[in-house]
Protein backbone atom coordinates (compact mmCIF):
# COMPACT_ATOMS: atom_id res chain seq x y z
CA UNK A 1 0.00 0.00 0.00
CA UNK A 2 1.62 3.48 -0.21
CA UNK A 3 0.70 5.79 0.89
CA UNK A 4 0.45 9.01 3.05
CA UNK A 5 -2.43 9.98 5.31
CA UNK A 6 -4.49 13.06 3.44
CA UNK A 7 -7.61 14.32 4.13
CA UNK A 8 -10.18 14.01 1.68
CA UNK A 9 -13.82 14.85 1.17
CA UNK A 10 -15.58 12.95 3.51
CA UNK A 11 -17.53 9.18 2.88
CA UNK A 12 -19.64 6.82 4.93
CA UNK A 13 -19.12 3.10 5.47
CA UNK A 14 -22.35 3.33 3.41
CA UNK A 15 -21.47 5.33 0.98
CA UNK A 16 -18.61 3.25 0.02
CA UNK A 17 -20.33 -0.17 0.06
CA UNK A 18 -22.63 1.52 -3.20
CA UNK A 19 -19.18 2.55 -4.98
CA UNK A 20 -17.86 -1.27 -4.35
CA UNK A 21 -21.02 -2.57 -5.02
CA UNK A 22 -21.16 -0.39 -8.87
CA UNK A 23 -18.14 -1.82 -9.50
CA UNK A 24 -19.13 -5.04 -9.11
CA UNK A 25 -22.22 -4.94 -11.03
CA UNK A 26 -19.98 -2.51 -13.63
CA UNK A 27 -18.08 -5.80 -14.14
CA UNK A 28 -20.91 -8.33 -13.95
CA UNK A 29 -19.43 -9.80 -11.07
CA UNK A 30 -21.85 -12.25 -9.17
CA UNK A 31 -19.91 -15.10 -7.07
CA UNK A 32 -19.65 -14.43 -3.44
CA UNK A 33 -16.24 -12.72 -3.62
CA UNK A 34 -14.02 -10.71 -6.25
CA UNK A 35 -12.28 -12.93 -8.89
CA UNK A 36 -9.08 -12.03 -9.77
CA UNK A 37 -10.13 -11.92 -13.32
CA UNK A 38 -12.37 -9.12 -12.76
CA UNK A 39 -9.48 -7.55 -11.73
CA UNK A 40 -7.78 -8.11 -15.35
CA UNK A 41 -10.77 -6.40 -16.85
CA UNK A 42 -10.35 -2.97 -15.42
CA UNK A 43 -6.98 -2.95 -17.48
CA UNK A 44 -8.36 -3.99 -20.59
CA UNK A 45 -10.68 -0.93 -21.02
CA UNK A 46 -13.54 -1.36 -18.83
CA UNK A 47 -13.61 1.96 -17.29
CA UNK A 48 -11.74 3.48 -20.35
CA UNK A 49 -11.72 7.10 -18.49
CA UNK A 50 -8.90 5.52 -16.64
CA UNK A 51 -5.53 4.48 -17.33
CA UNK A 52 -3.81 1.63 -15.18
CA UNK A 53 -0.44 0.34 -15.93
CA UNK A 54 1.98 -2.45 -14.33
CA UNK A 55 5.33 -1.77 -14.04
CA UNK A 56 9.00 -3.24 -13.55
CA UNK A 57 9.86 -2.88 -9.30
CA UNK A 58 13.04 -0.70 -10.30
CA UNK A 59 10.68 2.09 -11.56
CA UNK A 60 8.29 1.21 -8.70
CA UNK A 61 10.93 0.86 -6.17
CA UNK A 62 9.29 0.32 -2.56
CA UNK A 63 6.06 1.11 -3.76
CA UNK A 64 3.20 -1.94 -4.40
CA UNK A 65 0.94 0.40 -6.15
CA UNK A 66 0.99 4.16 -7.00
CA UNK A 67 -2.34 6.20 -7.76
CA UNK A 68 -2.77 9.84 -9.49
CA UNK A 69 -6.38 10.23 -8.64
CA UNK A 70 -6.47 13.55 -10.40
CA UNK A 71 -4.96 12.36 -13.34
CA UNK A 72 -6.81 9.14 -13.07
CA UNK A 73 -3.90 7.03 -13.04
CA UNK A 74 -2.92 4.01 -11.18
CA UNK A 75 0.12 2.00 -11.30
CA UNK A 76 0.64 -1.47 -9.47
CA UNK A 77 4.20 -3.35 -9.07
CA UNK A 78 4.68 -6.09 -11.02
CA UNK A 79 5.04 -8.71 -8.60
CA UNK A 80 2.12 -7.09 -7.04
CA UNK A 81 0.10 -7.63 -10.03
CA UNK A 82 0.94 -11.35 -10.81
CA UNK A 83 0.25 -11.66 -7.20
CA UNK A 84 -3.44 -10.72 -7.14
CA UNK A 85 -3.66 -12.35 -10.69
CA UNK A 86 -2.37 -15.90 -8.36
CA UNK A 87 -4.72 -15.03 -5.89
CA UNK A 88 -2.28 -13.85 -3.30
CA UNK A 89 -4.70 -12.53 -0.36
CA UNK A 90 -2.09 -9.07 0.23
CA UNK A 91 -1.49 -8.18 -3.64
CA UNK A 92 -5.40 -8.48 -3.95
CA UNK A 93 -6.02 -5.99 -1.42
CA UNK A 94 -3.48 -3.75 -2.85
CA UNK A 95 -4.83 -3.65 -6.08
CA UNK A 96 -8.82 -2.77 -4.83
CA UNK A 97 -7.24 -0.16 -2.15
CA UNK A 98 -5.75 1.52 -5.27
CA UNK A 99 -8.82 1.12 -7.34
CA UNK A 100 -10.36 2.57 -4.44
CA UNK A 101 -8.08 6.02 -4.53
CA UNK A 102 -8.51 6.10 -7.91
CA UNK A 103 -12.43 5.83 -8.38
CA UNK A 104 -13.13 7.64 -4.96
CA UNK A 105 -10.31 10.89 -4.91
CA UNK A 106 -10.09 12.34 -7.85
CA UNK A 107 -10.80 16.31 -6.89
CA UNK A 108 -11.00 15.25 -3.44
CA UNK A 109 -8.07 16.06 -2.08
CA UNK A 110 -8.85 18.90 0.77
CA UNK A 111 -5.03 18.86 1.95
CA UNK A 112 -1.91 17.93 1.06
CA UNK A 113 0.42 15.35 2.99
CA UNK A 114 2.69 17.56 5.37
CA UNK A 115 5.64 16.10 6.57
CA UNK A 116 6.11 18.01 10.04
CA UNK A 117 2.76 16.71 10.94
CA UNK A 118 3.06 12.96 10.80
CA UNK A 119 -0.20 11.83 13.08
CA UNK A 120 -3.19 12.93 10.97
CA UNK A 121 -5.52 15.36 12.97
CA UNK A 122 -8.15 14.64 10.82
CA UNK A 123 -11.29 12.23 11.10
CA UNK A 124 -11.32 9.00 10.04
CA UNK A 125 -13.83 9.11 7.65
CA UNK A 126 -11.97 11.89 5.89
CA UNK A 127 -8.99 10.03 5.76
CA UNK A 128 -7.84 8.78 2.08
CA UNK A 129 -6.34 5.29 3.41
CA UNK A 130 -9.02 4.12 5.96
CA UNK A 131 -11.34 5.05 2.78
CA UNK A 132 -9.71 3.34 0.76
CA UNK A 133 -9.17 0.13 2.67
CA UNK A 134 -12.74 0.03 3.64
CA UNK A 135 -13.31 0.09 -0.53
CA UNK A 136 -11.20 -2.34 -0.72
CA UNK A 137 -12.71 -4.49 2.10
CA UNK A 138 -16.36 -3.74 0.96
CA UNK A 139 -15.26 -4.97 -2.65
CA UNK A 140 -13.24 -7.79 -1.71
CA UNK A 141 -15.48 -9.32 0.72
CA UNK A 142 -19.28 -8.07 -0.06
CA UNK A 143 -21.36 -8.59 3.64
CA UNK A 144 -23.74 -11.53 1.49
CA UNK A 145 -20.43 -13.54 1.62
CA UNK A 146 -19.40 -12.72 5.08
CA UNK A 147 -22.60 -14.11 6.30
CA UNK A 148 -22.09 -16.98 4.64
CA UNK A 149 -19.05 -17.61 6.71
CA UNK A 150 -18.78 -18.78 10.25
CA UNK A 151 -15.09 -17.30 10.94
CA UNK A 152 -12.25 -15.40 9.29
CA UNK A 153 -11.09 -18.56 8.46
CA UNK A 154 -13.61 -19.53 5.80
CA UNK A 155 -13.62 -16.08 4.63
CA UNK A 156 -10.24 -15.70 3.70
CA UNK A 157 -10.84 -19.20 1.75
CA UNK A 158 -13.87 -17.99 0.39
CA UNK A 159 -12.42 -14.06 -0.90
CA UNK A 160 -8.96 -14.68 -1.41
CA UNK A 161 -8.08 -12.43 1.01
CA UNK A 162 -5.41 -12.76 3.87
CA UNK A 163 -6.66 -13.60 7.35
CA UNK A 164 -5.60 -10.32 8.97
CA UNK A 165 -7.94 -9.12 6.66
CA UNK A 166 -10.91 -11.43 6.77
CA UNK A 167 -10.56 -10.67 10.77
CA UNK A 168 -10.91 -6.96 10.23
CA UNK A 169 -14.21 -7.35 8.20
CA UNK A 170 -15.46 -9.56 10.52
CA UNK A 171 -14.66 -7.01 13.42
CA UNK A 172 -16.32 -4.45 11.35
CA UNK A 173 -19.34 -5.73 10.33
CA UNK A 174 -20.08 -6.68 14.02
CA UNK A 175 -19.41 -3.77 15.58
CA UNK A 176 -21.58 -2.24 12.97
CA UNK A 177 -24.32 -4.72 13.92
CA UNK A 178 -24.46 -6.11 10.62
CA UNK A 179 -23.53 -9.48 11.50
CA UNK A 180 -24.10 -11.74 14.16
ZN1 LIG B 1 -3.45 4.15 -0.06
Excluded at 126 to 137: H, K, L, V, Y
Aim: hydrophobic share 40%; aromatic share 8%.
Amino acid sequence: MSDLQVRVAPTSRLKLRKSAEKVRSLLGVKVPGFPSDAFDLLLSGNFPEYKFDVLEADIMGPHHGLTEPDQKIMFLREDVYEGAMRGDGRDRFTFAHELGHLLLHSGNYLARYDPSAPNPTHKKYEDSEWQADNFAAELLMPIAAVKKCADPTELMEMCEVSYMAASVRFDVLRQGGLIK
